[in-house]
């Protein structure tokens, strides 16, 4: 059984970094990427990785995030720099399995003071 379990969340100042880790339980899932809902705002997908080199980004995050995952430690990983209060957001841990279906994590706030 899947079980995904962020971690890494906090409150930083704006231009500052942060770094999620997404640790999953179960069986190795090949996409696996991060959401983000800021409030009032509908969930946006803001980056993935499928296996372990072709990554995506959403615009807003292009050249400031990189994800990245480390099979041994079955974990994925979301390095946030140069952070802006308008990444501020709750981040889900995403998993899609060949099947087609999706894993969600608990979510893990981020918070980027002006």
């Known amino acids: 059984q899947v079980q995904l379990v962020e971690s890494g969340g906090g409150l930083v100042q704006a231009g500052g970094s942060l770094r999620l880790s997404c640790a999953n339980s179960g069986f190795s899932i090949n996409t696996m990427g991060w959401h983000r809902q800021a409030p009032g705002k509908q969930r946006e997908l803001v980056s993935f990785i499928i296996g372990g080199g072709n990554t995506n980004y959403t615009d807003s995050v292009k050249g400031r995030f990189t994800i990245s995952r480390d099979y041994a430690k079955n974990t994925i990983y979301l390095q946030m720099n140069s952070l802006k209060p308008e990444d501020t957001a709750v981040y889900y841990c995403?998993?899609?399995?060949?099947?087609?279906?999706?894993?969600w994590g608990q979510g893990t706030q981020v918070t980027v003071s002006s």
């Open positions: 995403w998993g899609r399995s060949v099947t087609g279906r999706n894993y």
